[in-house]
């Protein structure tokens, strides 16, 4: 009987371990908060991810560890991987938690990024926005996620406000700007390579955020099979550089026909959600396979799919459910502003049929302005 650790017990952790049941694998959970989402379905130890008694207790009761959230202090990745095999490698999670330490790596592989710069004074950010130009954004190197810890500097009259809203940052988590990119589209790559180095990706996937967070996202994206290569080709550069095992999300700016990198998810990602009904193998049943040493799943698409989150509260599930391709993620979690309570995935043979299944849901849940811009992309 093999048990999976998984550090953090969200909504991540919860689809991984449902992933895990038919392989026959038993869980456990390590999160900070009791009633964290992935402990409807996993054991769980509740303890803080710096606490050395509860990390001890997790390292005694699995045979491998993996993430579920990339924000597990490096040195506590460092300390059980010393105990217990840790995948992605505590490196990789490391870089993946640094913004800096991440563009910084992009760049060294030849994979192009926005503009950017490292800020540790005011000077610092007055003379980057000088040499970026505007608009540009100043974001925490570390801790930030979906949206957070970041100011969008329009002019450089902004630089003020800016700086009183992130500045006493810079001698904590650290501040980087970064140049804007007026992007066409944005798209994901998820990917997973085995411990023996094999590498399979799913085809690129389109995302939409509202407020930093993502909405809304379709696959196969509407890209050529040049730009799809050449996606790929970034993450398989990546993955081999960190000696990466798992599954994990390259997020790209797409301008003009050209990819920026904007951010490494070491982990399984949201944008990857369409995957458990629209692939033959999920994103959550690959990083599982990966991590365990066995034979990575095919990830080839079944038609096409597009995943809507609900954000805050959940919709009445009827609309989704009545469509033939309509499935239904409730992650079991009490409703709270801004947060991912759940998703759906609509999946279909054809991009007209989808498209027709997405503006019947976007009706009968009014949510047409979420839907808009997924339909006008498939018509
Ligand atoms: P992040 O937390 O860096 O993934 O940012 C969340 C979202 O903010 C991204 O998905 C983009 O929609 C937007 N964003 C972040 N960085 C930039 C940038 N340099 N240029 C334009 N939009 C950005």
Known sequence: MTTVGIL???????????????????????????????????????????DQAALAQFAAQVDVATFDFENVPAESAQWLSERVPVFPNPRALAVAQDRLAEKTLFRTLGIPVPGFADIGSRAQLEAAVAEL?????????????????????????????AWEAL????????????????????????????????????????????????????????V?????????AHARKLAEALDYVGVFALELF????ELLANELAPRVHNSGHWTIEGSE????????????????????MVGTACMLN???????????????????????????DGRKVGHATLR????????MALQRVGVALDREGQVAPVVAALR
């Open 8 to 50: 953090g017990g969200g909504q991540l952790a919860r689809m991984m371990a449902l992933a895990g049941a038919p392989l026959g694998l038993r869980f456990r959970v390590l999160d900070n908060v009791a009633d964290a989402c992935a402990g409807q379905f996993a054991p769980m130890i509740v303890g803080d991810y710096t």
């Open 133 to 161: 130009g505007t608009p540009c954004i100043l974001k925490t190197r570390r801790l930030g996620y979906d949206g957070k810890g970041q100011f969008r500097i329009k002019s450089a009259a902004d630089i003020d406000a």
């Open 167 to 222: 500045g006493a940052q810079a001698m904590t988590v650290g501040l980087i700007l970064e140049g804007f990119v007026h992007f066409q589209r944005e798209l994901s790559v998820v990917a997973v390579r085995g411990r023996g180095g094999e590498f399979r990706a799913w085809p690129l996937t389109e995302n939409w955020h509202v407020d930093g967070v993502l909405s809304a996202s379709l696959a196969p994206a509407r």
């Open 224 to 232: 050529e099979d040049a730009l799809q290569a050449t996606a790929l």
């Open 254 to 257: 797409c301008r003009d026909g």
């Open 281 to 300: 193998t999920s994103q959550f049943q690959n990083h599982l396979r990966a991590v365990l040493g066995l034979p990575l799943g095919d990830t080839r």
């Open 310 to 336: 609900w954000i805050g509260t959940m919709p009445d599930a009827n609309a989704v459910l009545g469509e033939p391709g309509g499935h239904w993620h409730d992650y079991g979690k009490a409703p709270r």
């Open 348 to 355: 279909a043979d054809s991009a007209e049929e989808l498209a």
